[in-house]
Structures are given as C-alpha cells and as structure tokens.
C-alpha cells in the first residue's frame, strides 16, 4: 500500500490525525509526512484545522481519492514523464502531482483529464521522429525562400488546452528567471539531441543565436557552455541600437524578418561542410532564415541545420514570453 493510501486509510478511521500520530503510524520522521501531507492538501483531499502546535487533518473529498487511486498505472506514468507546472508562487510540480493540482485549480476530474491529455500528448508526438520535430513545413509555408537545408524542434513550445508542454515550461522560465538549476535542466533534456544532429549530419561547426535582452544570466551563454560540443563555434553577433526591440515584441512577419536582417550578422571568416545553428525558440523562424542565409551567401558552409529547443505548432506564430 502507498504512503498516500496509508495516510487517508488511517486518517479515515480516526476521521482526523495530527502529523505526530501519522508520523508513529507509518514510521516515518515529520518531515516525511509534511511532503505528502502538503501535496495532498493542495490536491484537496484532505483539510486542516488549528494553528501549530496542534493542527488536525481530516478527509475533505471522498470522491477524488477514489478518482486518483483508480487512475491507471500506465496513464500515471506518461503523465509523470511528460507533465510539469510551476505555480504562480514559482513551485515546481513534477508529473501526475503537478497534473492533478492543475486540474484542481480547474475544477476537472482528473481521471478524466488525465485520458484528454494523452490524446493529446500523442496527437502531437505524431510530428517526432527520432525525439525531433520536422519544422521544414513551418517555414516553407512562412518564407518565400527558405536557406535551412533541414530545421528541428526537440519539442513545441505548447500545446493545445494544457499550455506549455514541459521543455516549454523549463525554457521560459530558465531564460526570464536566470535560475541555473533549470537552465541545467533544459541542457540535460536537449544535450542527447544535439549530439544526435552532429553526428547524424556530420556536424563540423556550430553557431548560437546571440540573444537581445540583456540579463544577468544569459540563457543562451548557459547553454553554449553547458552543451560543451567539442567542436568550433562560428560568430554570429547582434547589433547594439539605440532601442532594443525584441523579435517577440513584433505581431508582423515582416517587420521580424527586417529585425533579423537589421541586427544579425555572422562574422565568421571560415569555411565548413556542415553546420548547426541553434535557437531557443522559434515564433516566425526569421532569426534562423537569416542566419542560415548569410551563411550561404558568404560560403561559409555548404549546408544549414537548424535547430530550435522548442517551436510553434502552427506556421508564423508569436511566442510572446521567451
């Protein structure tokens, strides 16, 4: 029997308990019990009353406990794999624990839900192959000539009614915050990727869009040196003007493409076979086309590979936050 059951089954035969009482029942210390005390309470299935040192905890809804014990193991898992929401407190709530605390919010039943999601889930994992997504379609459908020889996503930035998938969650939040534990986490989840590329590709040189909002912690710095590639990087450098205007600011796809064609520039004197140009996100994809595009023109190298941490699902999209 799981902790979480020992606990409701012990609090239902007293209908209420402190955490001393179920710290003797399970045999485990206080701390212990105040982590699955705490998920539970903010799942909603039990309650407290009282102020320290004597708080009482009883059931408070029958239903959903019945609702999360009878979720199916295997459902359990992809949504533990698969789903991660921070709070607006900044908590991170990993998988089946962060799921149902989403749909309590929502008032959803969970069981429910859970069904929706992975339907969901696998409608858009239908565009993965090989743990990538083909975004080639994206921008064909974007530009009138498009330079990448081949453009990737290791996820998208969102999905429909669950929002940020769970690389989308770590990457705007890494970036916008600066916080080096989750940035290490999106460089643990994309590293495999990328080496994949390099060698499936024959990578020999690798470039990083430079960013435009000046931060303390510079995501894409982060990531360059976490990433730690083994090969050359080429130089692409962005253009200081007198007022910053992010890609993410402009609504219009052309205003993005004379932003990108206005501020980036790759400076890089050599010569390569292939290279890989990576991004962090991808809206309309004209940083990337530009990009790829002076290095075609100034024979750099003979063929462009791009590659996007996430991208839209739909063709030219604004993806506002990151």
Not at 18 to 25: G, K, N, P, Q, V
Not at 38 to 63: A, W
Not at 68 to 77: C, G, P, Y
Request: include cysteine.
């Amino acid at each position: 029997m799981k902790t979480f059951e020992k606990i409701i089954e012990y609090i239902k035969s007293g209908k209420q308990a402190t955490i001393s009482e179920l710290s003797d029942y399970l045999g485990i210390n206080r701390s212990a019990v105040y982590k699955h005390i705490n998920k539970m309470l903010s799942l909603g299935i039990i309650s407290k009353q009282g102020k320290p040192p004597k708080v009482f905890y009883f059931i408070s809804d029958v239903k959903k406990i019945k609702e999360l014990v009878n979720i199916d193991a295997n459902d359990r898992k992809i949504v533990d794999k698969n789903y991660i929401i921070i709070t607006p407190s900044g908590e991170i709530k990993n998988g089946f624990d962060g799921f149902a605390y989403w749909c309590t919010k929502n008032n959803l039943e969970v069981a429910k839900t859970v069904k929706e999601y992975i339907k969901t889930l696998q409608k858009y994992n239908k565009f993965k192959k090989d743990g990538l997504i083909d975004g080639s379609f994206k921008f064909k459908n974007t530009f009138e000539k498009v330079f990448l020889d081949k453009i990737f996503y290791i996820d998208f930035y969102s999905i429909e009614r669950f929002g940020k998938t769970k690389l989308g969650q770590f990457l705007l939040y890494g970036k916008q915050s600066g916080n080096k534990k989750i940035i290490k986490m999106v460089i643990d989840e994309v590293k495999p990727k990328i080496k994949f590329l390099i060698k499936k590709y024959n990578i020999d040189v690798v470039g990083f869009v430079p960013w435009t909002v000046k931060r303390d912690v510079q995501f894409i710095k982060e990531l360059e040196r976490g990433l730690s590639l083994g090969i050359k990087n080429i130089r692409i450098e962005k253009a200081r003007t007198e007022i910053v205007v992010p890609q993410k600011t402009l609504s219009k796809i052309q205003d993005r493409i004379e932003n990108a064609k206005n501020t980036l520039f790759v400076t890089e004197q050599g010569k390569y076979k292939n290279i890989l140009i990576i991004d962090d996100a991808v809206g309309s994809g004209a940083t990337l086309n530009h990009v790829s595009q002076q290095v075609k023109e100034k024979g750099i190298a003979k063929k462009v590979i791009g590659l996007s941490i996430t991208g839209s699902f739909k063709g030219f999209d604004v993806i506002s936050e990151v």
